[in-house]
């Protein structure tokens, strides 16, 4: 019903910047939160940052003030701008989004692939 597709993860230098994006479609009635985790090898996934349809956004301890969330309603598009990245940074990157597929279906979270960012010299 509802697909989420992540681009923009890539091979970077540390102290390097990357623009991730995460487009939303199918059967899309509205979408509340949407937003991005990550998962490194052997570690948990955690929360990267997140942003409601009003532009409140939220960030986790680890990149704040490095990473900026940011989406485009319209398109149901949700973006994460990377900078400053390190070499701790490296993981998969997973867009997901909070989704009511109809007027009085409650929202449910869809998942991405992800996408691979790497940070290494």
């Known amino acids: 019903q509802v697909q989420l597709v992540e681009s923009g993860g890539d091979l970077v230098q540390p102290g390097g910047s990357l623009r991730l994006s995460c487009a939303a479609s199918?059967?899309?009635?509205?979408?509340?939160?949407m937003g991005w985790y990550r998962q490194a090898p052997g570690k948990q996934r955690e929360l990267v940052a997140a942003?409601?349809?009003?532009?409140?956004?939220s960030y986790g301890d680890s990149v704040r003030g490095r990473f900026t969330i940011s989406r485009d309603n319209a398109k149901n598009m949700v973006y994460l701008q990377v900078s400053s990245l390190k070499p701790a940074d490296t993981a998969v990157y997973y867009c997901?989004?909070?989704?009511?597929?109809?007027?009085?279906?409650?929202?449910?979270?869809?998942w991405g692939q992800g996408t691979q960012v790497a940070v290494s010299s």
């Open positions: 997901f989004a909070a989704v009511a597929t109809c007027r009085s279906c409650y929202a449910k979270n869809y």
């Open positions: 199918g059967t899309i009635f509205s979408i509340n939160v």
């Open positions: 942003i409601t349809s009003d532009g409140s956004t």
